[in-house]
């Protein structure tokens, strides 16, 4: 998470949305880090989680990350959550909640429905003082 939380910043510096992703693999190895780009690169689904799962299936050399977790800062959006249930991570561990567009458990539960064929693990809660005050300190800044 720590690392996930570098990228957050990175992002923040970048002027995005200060969220981070990290993929790790089976064996502990970091797979890709990523933050948000969407402002830099103008593409809407440049969320940090979209990028690093992307970069993890280029480094493996096939988009199945069978073993891996997705490590991220704040909990996936609708988009990210489907991404890491279609990338077949077995895992996803997420920091801050996200109660206006969270796809994990808060608004919605898409890695956890049943009716999809794969369904990864959570573990939320990590780091998420830390993960939520990356957030506010960057939205403290833009708001009148």
């Known amino acids: 998470m720590r690392l996930a939380l570098a990228q957050a910043a990175d992002a923040g510096r970048r002027g995005d949305v200060p969220v981070g992703a990290v993929v790790v693999g089976p064996e502990g190895e970091v797979l890709a880090a990523a933050g948000n780009d969407r402002e830099a690169s103008g593409d809407p689904t440049a969320h940090a989680e979209v990028l690093a799962l ?3 299936a280029r ?16 909990e996936p959006c609708t988009m990210c959550a489907g991404a890491a249930v279609l990338a077949r991570v077995d895992r996803v561990v997420y920091g801050a909640t996200d109660d206006k567009a969270g796809a994990v458990g808060s608004l919605w539960d898409v890695v956890r ?18 993960c939520s005050a990356v957030l506010k300190d960057f939205f403290s800044g833009r708001r009148p």
């Open 113 to 130: 429905d049943r009716r999809l064929n794969h369904r990864p693990e959570v573990v939320l809660g990590v780091l998420a003082e830390e």
């Open 59 to 74: 480094v493996r050399g096939e988009w199945r990350l069978a073993g891996c977790t997705l490590v991220v800062t704040l």
């Open 54 to 56: 992307r970069e993890a």
